[in-house]
């Protein structure tokens, strides 16, 4: 009879009202700021975590451009490439060999 007797009052909310009630009241509000600052921690983690999985998207994308211009380049550097570019200018690559220039120096 007695627990079903404690029971009831911590149901009608006796404890809040009673003698030592500022202590309960205390306590009440330590408890719900710390269940706030609780949330809102976790709340901060998943925005990070989601940014993270962001970011780790965008590098995925930017090392596959990178990969890409890359090969790009390789493929503009061939001399075939270069040599179909400078036709439309009117530049074509020379028949005769280069000739190595010799200059003696004379020492007075």
């Excluded at 079903?4 to 205390?26: C, R, V």
């Excluded at 490439?81 to 020492?107: C, D, H, N, R």
Aim: aromatic share 6%; net charge neutral; glycine share 4%.
């Amino acid at each position: 009879m007695e627990m079903k007797k404690g029971l009831l009052d911590i149901l009608k909310g006796k404890f809040l009202i009673s003698g030592d009630a500022p202590k309960n009241w205390l306590f009440i509000i330590f408890a719900s700021f710390l269940a706030t600052v609780m949330i809102a921690s976790s709340h901060s983690a998943d925005r990070k975590v989601h940014h993270i999985a962001a970011l780790n998207e965008e590098v995925k994308e930017l090392r596959s451009e990178f990969v890409d211009m890359r090969g790009d380049v390789q493929r503009l550097k061939l001399e075939s490439q270069i040599v179909q570019v400078v036709e439309t200018e009117g530049l074509y690559p020379s028949e005769t060999p280069p000739k190595k220039i010799k200059v003696k120096s004379t020492e007075e």
